[in-house]
């Protein structure tokens, strides 16, 4: 019986053919999906979300070696194998992250404050690649303001993202 189901996957799933047929193309898509969705849920939804280049890393790299499952470029069982070891590896980086901040800070980055009290600190927007205009749009977009002196402050999140807190005075 474990024999026959065996050979009946092989043979949907094209694992000891040479070359891939359609057939085999789409049941491996199928299945691989299914899989990815799978890791991805168990992988929780950090990478999915606003993400830090951490979390795009592993959503790049789990999409290239996914597909390779479904092409046939890599072996099948070996390869869904490795996209388990990569959400894995993410989780046990971002737990080892929130309980460690430093290790945190190496792989997610820093925030960096680019607006203090209505002054801007051009040294951060020129390390962190900000233009003025860039600073302009974040403020109308998170918070409506149009000029810089109304911001108590404004930071690059570790997502790439502008914060911005209003000034209330």
């Known amino acids: 019986m474990i024999e026959e189901i065996g050979a009946w996957t092989g043979w949907v799933l ?4 040479s ?10 898509a199928v299945v691989v999906f299914a899989f990815a969705v799978l890791i991805v849920r ?10 830090t280049a951490f979390d ?34 993410h989780w046990l980086f971002s737990r080892i992250a929130f309980r460690w901040s430093p290790f945190g800070t190496l792989i997610k980055g ?7 009290d209505g002054e801007v600190d051009w040294e ?16 109308r977009l998170k918070a409506s303001i149009t000029d810089w002196a109304n911001v108590k402050e ?5 997502n790439g993202e502008i914060s911005v807190i209003q000034n209330n005075d």
Do not use: W, Y
């Open 19 to 28: 070359e891939l047929e359609i057939r085999h193309m789409v049941v491996r």
């Open 56 to 89: 795009v890393i592993l959503g790049v790299m789990l999409g290239s070696v996914v597909s390779r499952a479904i092409t046939g470029q890599s072996p099948f069982i070996p390869t869904l194998c490795a996209a388990v070891v990569l959400v894995a590896l």
């Open 42 to 51: 168990m992988g929780e939804k950090r990478f999915i979300g606003k993400n």
């Open 110 to 116: 820093r925030t960096r404050i680019l607006v203090h």
């Open 124 to 139: 951060a927007m020129s390390r962190s690649n900000l233009s003025r205009d860039d600073l302009l749009g974040a403020l």
């Open 14 to 17: 094209g694992l000891d053919e």
């Open 154 to 158: 404004a930071r690059l999140e570790r």
